[in-house]
Nanobody, 118 residues
Framework: QLRLVESGGGSVQAAGSLNLSCVAS???????VGWFRQAPGKERERIASITGYGDTYYADSVKGRFTISKDTTKNRFYLQMDSLKPDDTAMYYC?????????????WGQGTQVTVSS
């Protein structure tokens, strides 16, 4: 029954912006939620997360450009991506831990592709 579904991916030119959305069903966004990405030939990396307390984490590669937020009323969370670079090209996944902390992510969306062209 638990399901996380991403949307908002697509193709954009460098320096452009995208906003990714994750709709959570059977999962409360009051818990930790986060965003991961995986580029070809690379490991999946956590790029942003927010705890149930509101503490945020950003990978150095996206800090200052990406912003994670959540709307617990709508049970959705978002990743605003600005100043996109070709290196941001990857499959992006929304994820949750099932707790207020972000130690271990257990629940995953299927991914949405982001492609940034130069």
């Amino acid at each position: 029954q638990l399901r996380l579904v991403e949307s908002g991916g697509g193709s954009v030119q460098a320096a452009g912006s995208l906003n990714l959305s994750c709709v959570a069903s059977g999962y409360s966004t009051r818990n930790c939620v986060g965003w991961f990405r995986q580029a070809p030939g690379k490991e999946r990396e956590r790029i942003a997360s927010i705890t149930g307390y509101g503490d945020t984490y950003y990978a150095d590669s996206v800090k200052g450009r990406f912003t994670i937020s959540k709307d617990t009323t709508k049970n959705r969370f978002y990743l605003q991506m600005d100043s996109l670079k070709p290196d941001d090209t990857a499959m992006y996944y929304c994820a949750g831990t099932g707790s207020w902390t972000c130690a271990t992510f257990r629940y995953w969306g299927q991914g949405t592709q982001v492609t940034v062209s130069s």
